[in-house]
């Protein structure tokens, strides 16, 4: 029989949760950490994951204690709406680089697109473009990149659940890409190119899904300046963890770093209280939950 979890807290008690952002193009992941902390008033605001400035979409922020959560948050698959050019790559594999070398388009058809696409969905030993955030030696690849320095990048494993074609435009192709944390979409992209004997970049990019959460319900930047965004129960960003409501004698053994008995299946779980607030991230302990990381009291 499931576990019926407590009821979410309502917006105006949440004092610690998620923000769901929907990013435009031209701003930085930081951009977007910043302005959520003038509009809620809180320092303590952390993000789930960057996206590149010219990509937009689904930003999932931290707010207050719950940047603790961050190894705890349910954040894969990634799902992208990613549209590539064909034609030539760029020095960042996307569009706002420079071009670096050109070749003539492929033949741009279903039955070739199809069984290309298909050849990189599993697990695959991706090398990051060089503007990226990859260390290498201790520095930044990007920085490097920047002082025209190439830098030497080692393959990095990681998985495509799905690549489907969405759309032939011309040059360009409209595809859905479901993947792992960790995948460069526009490393898929000029990889891509390269497999059809061609060249190719990344041209527009959109973050759909992350996890649980869809950018149909994230906020805008205008509407958050307005003061219109909603801070989510912490609970939104843990739906593979057990749930176990605790005693008010709980709470009190949780605030100081005590255990309190496991009545739910699980070798993890959320401690809530009765309104449904997260006060601690437990594991197992034979037959007791002992809390991780505790929010009691914060």
Known sequence: ???????????????????LVDKPAGASSHDAVRLARRALGERRIGHAGTLDPFATGLLVLLVGPATRAL?????????????????????TDDVTGVP???????????????????????ALDQVPPAYSAK????????ALARRGTAPVLAPARVTVHEWR??????????????CSGGTYVRALARDLGRALGAAAH??????????????????????LEAGEGRVRSMLDGLPSLATERVSTDGAARIAHGGGVPATVPGSRAALVD????????????????QPRVVFAGE
């Open 71 to 91: 190894p705890y948050l349910d954040g894969e698959p990634k799902v992208y709406a990613a549209r590539i050019r064909f034609g030539h790559e760029t020095d």
């Open 135 to 142: 260390q290498v030696a201790g520095k930044r690849a990007y």
């Open 274 to 289: 009765d309104d449904g607030r997260v006060l601690a991230i437990a594991e197992r302990i034979e037959e007791s939950w």
């Open 1 to 19: 029989m499931p576990v019926e979890r407590p009821p979410r807290p309502t917006p105006d008690t949440v004092t610690s949760g998620l923000l």
């Open 202 to 223: 990344c041209e527009a990019l959109r973050r759909l899904r992350s996890g649980p959460f869809d950018v149909r319900d994230a906020v805008g930047f205008d509407a």
């Open 100 to 122: 670096t070398g050109s070749a003539p388009l492929p033949a741009l058809t279903t039955d070739v697109l199809e069984p290309a696409l298909h050849a990189f969905v599993g």
């Open 165 to 178: 074609l969405a759309g032939i435009d011309g040059a360009s192709i409209d595809t859905i890409v479901t």
